[in-house]
T-cell receptor, first 117, second 115 residues
Framework: DTEVTQTPKHLVMGMTNKKSLKCEQH?????MYWYKQKAKKPPELMFV???????INESVPSRFSPECPNSSLLNLHLHALQPEDSALYLC????????????????FGPGTRLLVL | GQNIDQPTEMTATEGAIVQINCTYQ??????LFWYQQHAGEAPTFLSY????GLEEKGRFSSFLSRSKGYSYLLLKELQMKDSASYLC????????????????FGQGTELSVKP
C-alpha cells in the first residue's frame, strides 16, 4: 500500500480566513513533505518533517504553518493568504531510514486544490 | 544553483516509442527519479536511477549517465493513457541524518499520445 491521503480535495478561502490542510499515511514512513504546485509548473518543496521534527523550511512565508502531530499525520495551517497562494498543495512521504546515502522514493497524495479569493 | 532541463512538450503516436530526455546540473546528486503526472492528479513514481545504466520496468525504461548529467525515460508501445506530464527529479544528498530527502524537479514534459 503506497497511499497518501489528503483532505480536503478542494478549498476556497478568503484572505482573512484560517483553514488547515490535512495529510495522512499509514505506510510507517518517517519523513513527510509539503509541496506547492502552480499550473504547468513542477512541484516546489515547502517543508520537510523527519521523525516528527521540522528538518527543512524552504523560506516559506509565515502565513503557512506546518504541524506534525504524529508520525502518520501532517497538517498545513493557512492564515491571511494571498491570491497568488492559489495552487495545488501536495503532501508526500518517504521511509527515511536515517541513512543519508540511501535515497528513498517519495509517494505523493492527490493534493488539495486551493483557491484564495 | 540547480538546473534541470527537459523538453516542454512532445507528441507521439499510439503504439510507438518515445524518449524523454533530462539533463541536470546540481550541487549534489543522490539519484534521479521519474514521475508521471496526469492533469489534476498527484505525481506517481515511475523509476529511480542512482548508478549508470538502464533500468527496465515493463513498458518503461530509464537510463542514467552521471558523467554526462543525463537521463532519459523511454516509453514503449504507447497508449492513449500515457498522455501526461513526465517529471524528472534529482535527489540532493541530505546534509544531516534523519532529514528526509530533497527533490529538485525539472519543468516537466507534456506528452500527447495521438491515435
Amino acid at each position: 500500500d503506497t497511499e497518501v491521503t489528503q483532505t480536503p480535495k478542494h478549498l476556497v478561502m478568503g484572505m482573512t480566513n484560517k483553514k488547515s490542510l490535512k495529510c495522512e499515511q499509514h505506510m510507517g514512513h518517517r519523513a513527510m513533505y509539503w509541496y506547492k504546485q502552480k499550473a504547468k509548473k513542477p512541484p516546489e518543496l515547502m517543508f520537510v518533517y523527519s521523525y516528527e521534527k521540522l528538518s527543512i523550511n524552504e523560506s516559506v512565508p509565515s502565513r503557512f504553518s506546518p504541524e506534525c502531530p504524529n508520525s502518520s499525520l501532517l497538517n498545513l495551517h493557512l492564515h491571511a493568504l494571498q491570491p497568488e497562494d492559489s495552487a495545488l498543495y501536495l503532501c508526500a512521504s518517504s521511509q527515511d531510514t536515517g541513512n543519508r546515502d540511501l535515497q528513498e522514493t517519495q509517494y505523493f497524495g492527490p493534493g488539495t486544490r486551493l483557491l484564495v479569493l | 544553483g540547480q538546473n534541470i532541463d527537459q523538453p516542454t512538450e512532445m507528441t507521439a503516436t499510439e503504439g510507438a516509442i518515445v524518449q524523454i530526455n533530462c539533463t541536470y546540473q546540481t550541487s549534489g546528486f543522490n539519484g534521479l527519479f521519474w514521475y508521471q503526472q496526469h492533469a489534476g492528479e498527484a505525481p506517481t513514481f515511475l523509476s529511480y536511477n542512482v548508478l549508470d545504466g538502464l533500468e527496465e520496468k515493463g513498458r518503461f525504461s530509464s537510463f542514467l549517465s552521471r558523467s554526462k548529467g543525463y537521463s532519459y525515460l523511454l516509453l514503449k508501445e504507447l497508449q492513449m493513457k500515457d498522455s501526461a506530464s513526465y517529471l524528472c527529479a534529482v535527489s540532493l544528498p541530505s546534509l544531516l541524518y534523519n532529514q528526509g530527502g530533497k527533490l529538485i524537479f525539472g519543468q516537466g514534459t507534456e506528452l500527447s499520445v495521438k491515435p
